[in-house]
């Protein structure tokens, strides 16, 4: 599989825009690069989703990079409630019924400040 | 939105206890479902993947008579873990995936329960 590579953890203030990046300079051409995040002591929760093309949720945006080399997402202000650790994933090995495995690598801890 | 439901949320046994661990999915169905476990200040660790009807697929280092994988319908799947002991002390979370997403697996969503955190003592 891919590998991803993310920042341990960044800090930003409250209110202000996030720029969380993720590198995986190994990406084949049919890996979506996924998003979730967990908020302590919780499950994971998707956050957004893309292949080629710039995504915007009501969540955050996602950039990728033309060489899809890298991406990053974009949380357009930070609050409170957005401090959790945000994994960039890369679509994992088949596992049968039509599924494939999401692989969590380390993630990037993002801390806001108020 | 698709929600997934684990049960129960925190659990305290008995070293050479059984405890399990249930998975539901309340508003979609899912053929799959995943179970991940995670140390504190880790990452999550896939441990098996269950397609139900069929036997769970355990990763590399995972002992499948240890914990046991029950996917008997299409919205729930139990994770047994037998003869507890202190080391499997650790957040146990499910996911799955909405069967109607299974033409673009690869690119939708999982959704995750809320975990489960089990200390053995």
């Known amino acids: 599989d891919a590998k991803t590579t993310q920042p341990n953890s960044m800090e930003s203030n409250e209110e202000e825009p996030v720029h969380l990046p993720c590198n995986h300079s190994t990406i084949s051409g049919t890996d979506y690069i996924h998003w979730y995040r967990q908020l302590p002591s919780q499950g994971p929760e998707y956050v957004i989703h893309g292949l080629t093309s710039n995504v915007n949720n009501r969540m955050a945006s996602l950039a990728i990079a033309e060489d899809r080399k890298s991406s990053t997402l974009i949380l357009h202000r930070a609050t409170l409630r957005d401090a959790a650790v945000y994994y960039c994933?890369?679509?994992?090995?088949?596992?049968?019924?039509?599924?494939?495995?999401?692989?969590f690598g380390k993630g990037t801890k993002l801390s806001v400040i108020p | 939105g698709a929600v997934v439901s684990q049960h129960p949320s925190r659990v305290i046994c008995k070293s050479g206890t059984s405890v399990k661990i249930e998975c539901r999915s309340l508003?979609?169905?899912?053929?799959?479902m995943f179970w991940y476990r995670q140390f504190p200040k880790q990452s999550l660790m896939l441990m098996a993947t269950?397609?139900?009807?069929?036997?769970?697929?355990?990763e590399q280092g995972v002992e499948k008579d240890k914990f046991l994988i029950n996917h008997a319908s299409l919205t729930l799947s139990t994770l047994t873990v037998t003869s507890a002991h202190p080391e499997d002390s650790s957040f146990y979370i499910c996911?799955?995936?909405?069967?109607?997403?299974?033409?673009?697996?690869?690119?939708?969503?999982?959704?995750f329960g809320n975990g489960t955190r089990l200390t053995v003592t």
């Open positions: 996911s799955a995936r909405d069967n109607r997403d299974r033409g673009s697996s690869y690119n939708s969503p999982l959704h």
């Open positions: 508003d979609f169905q899912a053929t799959t």
């Open positions: 269950s397609n139900e009807g069929s036997k769970a697929t355990y």
């Open positions: 994933i890369l679509r994992g090995a088949y596992s049968g019924a039509g599924s494939y495995q999401l692989t």
